[in-house]
């Protein structure tokens, strides 16, 4: 029996029905919450246990664990990288950059960005990612050298590999196969590991791909992880290829569900809107990673009015969860022109429906601080210097906290970070290691050139 009691602690569960402890306890045992309270550890759970930890918190602020719920590891090799050429819209980026980018990886670069970019978003606080996988020279076992690495690390992960038919059908259906092969591996093995099905964009995925993909499926409960109208040609392509709209085309193709995530929906319609609610599938926005790409903002309002849940994710962007979401309150009042608005629902979205996400996605009760959850939680070293109480502890988290006041981080009971550094590897090494790996990833990009769509 794996223990860990944490004393001391300032608890803080920043939700809209939250709570704050301004001194608490929190006992974890075997990767889940025991037990939780204000004030001095009961004797009877202060009693020695062989094997336990204790972590002595000294008045820092415990948080729930944060959750990415749209992520690209592999992106951090864009970091410096130069194209070549001037991107002049959406499709161009696409082609100029992440298309030979994600050609150009092969198993030892996927490992060596699960593992920097899993660092990352441990460092920053971030104890679940829902990763986009892409590497058409390495397909089958990817998702296995992904998850391998994050197992090491202790970031707990789902991971999906993103099916298109831009590399041809072959890939295309070594695409699927992979998807299949690792939601077979992972299904019921509980641990940090979990899986969905990835799709890219609708424009590079054909109907012929569409219904492989269901046959090799079969009666297996997956959730799908999509590409939505990220950029105007993504609704475009689906009108004039197939006369209809994209969430249309996946509902028909039976892929909508509560298990499945909608990414960005920048460009979707009322109709949309429509069948994304009455399926409950939850969608999830990139705010930081959509104005960077000048695609446009996404019709949040519209959604939650029309019932949709919304979550945050980074889309790669960054590791960087609380910059994620400051800039997702700030995106959005700008967007509506309402310098009032979306206080409680960016709350709402960062804090309870990405849970919501991970948990489906996971099978287990993930970002939440109550009994029975999984020991996922932060250690956040904050000195408020205004009162902190359970109706403004969401303010405190915006507008005081960062990532660089992450001390201490824990995933299913264990320490996966202490004093800002991963345990689990050497900082300096991993970087020294990784810059080698990044030069070859590099070579590959500058030989290949822009491509078509392939679909």
């Not at 309270?37 to 009877?44: L, Q, T, Y």
């Not at 336990?52 to 959750?67: C, H, N, S, V, Y």
């Not at 290829?241 to 193709?253: E, F, S």
């Not at 019932?307 to 994620?324: K, L």
Request: net charge negative.
């Amino acid at each position: 029996m794996a223990e860990l009691l944490v004393r001391n602690a300032r608890i803080v569960y920043p939700a809209t029905r939250g709570f704050v402890v301004d001194r608490g306890w929190l006992l974890a045992r075997d990767g889940v919450i025991a037990g939780l309270a204000a004030g001095d550890v009961p004797v009877d759970v202060g009693w020695s246990v062989a094997g336990r930890q204790e972590i002595d918190a000294a008045g820092m602020t415990l948080l729930p664990g944060l959750l990415n719920t749209h992520m690209h590891l592999y992106s951090m090799y864009s970091r410096g990288i130069s194209t070549g050429r001037v991107s002049h819209g959406f499709l161009d980026v696409l082609q100029d950059l992440w298309w030979r980018l994600d050609r150009s990886l092969l198993k030892d670069a996927c490992w060596m960005s699960a593992t920097f970019s899993g660092m990352d978003s441990l460092r920053c606080g971030t104890t679940t990612i829902v990763d986009h996988h892409a590497s058409p020279s390495y397909i089958a076992g990817s998702l296995s050298t992904l998850s391998e690495a994050l197992n090491k690390i202790g970031l707990r992960h789902v991971l999906s590999y993103e099916i298109t038919d831009r590399n041809g059908i072959e890939g295309a259906v070594a695409g699927v196969d992979e998807n299949i092969r690792f939601f077979d591996e992972v299904k019921g093995k509980g641990g940090l590991a979990s899986s969905m099905v990835g799709l890219h964009a609708s424009f590079t995925v054909s109907d012929a791909t569409l219904a492989i993909l269901r046959a090799r499926v079969g009666s297996r409960k997956v959730g799908y992880h999509v590409h939505v109208a990220e950029g105007a040609i993504d609704e475009e392509d689906s009108v004039e290829k197939y006369g209809k709209r994209i969430v249309a085309r996946l509902d028909n193709a039976g892929l909508l569900s509560p298990r499945s995530i909608a990414v960005h929906c920048v460009g979707i319609d009322a109709s949309e809107r429509e069948l994304l609610a009455k399926s409950g599938t939850p969608v999830v926005v990139n705010t930081m990673s959509n104005m960077n790409n000048a695609v446009g903002l996404p019709a949040v309002r519209e959604m939650l009015e029309a019932g949709i849940q919304v979550g945050i994710g980074t889309d790669g962007y960054t590791a960087n969860m609380f910059e994620e979401f400051r800039n997702t309150l700030v995106g959005l009042r700008h967007r509506y022109e309402d310098p009032a608005g979306f206080w409680t629902q960016v709350q709402q979205a960062q804090i309870e429906t990405n849970a919501d996400i991970v948990s489906r996605c996971t099978g287990c009760t993930v970002g939440r601080l109550e009994e029975g959850a999984a020991a996922d939680f932060i250690l956040v070293d904050y000195a408020s210097p205004t009162p902190l109480n359970s109706e403004n502890a969401f303010g405190h988290m915006f507008f005081g906290m960062s990532a660089d006041l992450v001390d201490t981080v824990v995933v299913n009971g264990n320490v996966a970070v202490k004093g800002h550094r991963v345990l689990a590897v050497d900082r300096e090494d991993l970087e020294r290691e990784s810059r080698k790996v990044a030069e070859a990833v590099w070579e590959a990009f500058d030989r290949l050139s822009w491509f078509p769509t392939g679909v």
